[in-house]
């Protein structure tokens, strides 16, 4: 019996499960900076994903109207990575800063909540790893389309052997 290829495992379970929309939307929330870049990964924060709408906190109005200028551009690019069209709109919003109304805000204010300095996920090591795992990863991961999805998961793999290696080696 021919060992199905890892990339074919995965589109099966997320097609048959009907989890693929679910990826995809959650997709387009972590990929929001790399998409943005800087300035606007620094002051803006995607936050969930809903009915074609992407939902973005912004550090103040001005950004806000930013989105909406490059609002096309954004979602052009975010649905380019994602291969497929979900996303239609984006919705940005800023808190207003408790107990003020609106109307006596400065032009300028910014939002009080909104984090100094955004937690981002850091990546992994991409250092290559050259041995037997390593290369039985690339191999079983090697039909997957997207070029990360398809590394990240022939690290994960390689990773799983090396552990069982050494679990087998320490019950010796």
């Not at 990339?7 to 693929?20: H, P, T």
């Not at 620094?42 to 806000?64: D, E, I, K, M």
């Not at 790893?129 to 039909?143: T, V």
């Amino acid at each position: 019996m021919a060992m199905d290829n890892v990339g074919n495992i995965v589109n099966g379970v997320l097609e048959a499960r009907g989890w693929r929309g679910k990826v995809l939307e959650r997709m387009a929330v972590e990929l929001w900076s790399d998409v943005v870049g800087e300035p606007m990964n620094h002051n803006t924060l995607a936050q969930r994903f809903q009915g074609g709408t992407l939902y973005v906190r912004a550090r103040s109005p001005q950004w806000t109207h930013e989105l909406h200028f490059l609002e096309a551009r954004i979602i052009a690019r975010l649905n380019g990575r994602l291969k497929q069209p979900i996303v239609q709109k984006i919705r940005a919003s800023v808190t207003t800063p408790p107990g003020m109304a609106k109307a006596k805000l400065k032009p300028d204010w910014e939002d009080p909540t909104f984090p100094a300095a955004l937690k981002r996920a850091q990546p992994i090591s991409n250092e290559p790893i050259d041995d037997e795992a390593a290369a039985h990863g690339r191999l079983m991961a090697g039909e997957i389309e997207d070029e990360e999805m398809r590394d990240c998961m022939a690290r994960l793999i390689a990773a799983v052997m090396r552990s069982n290696e050494e679990k087998n080696d320490s019950t010796k």
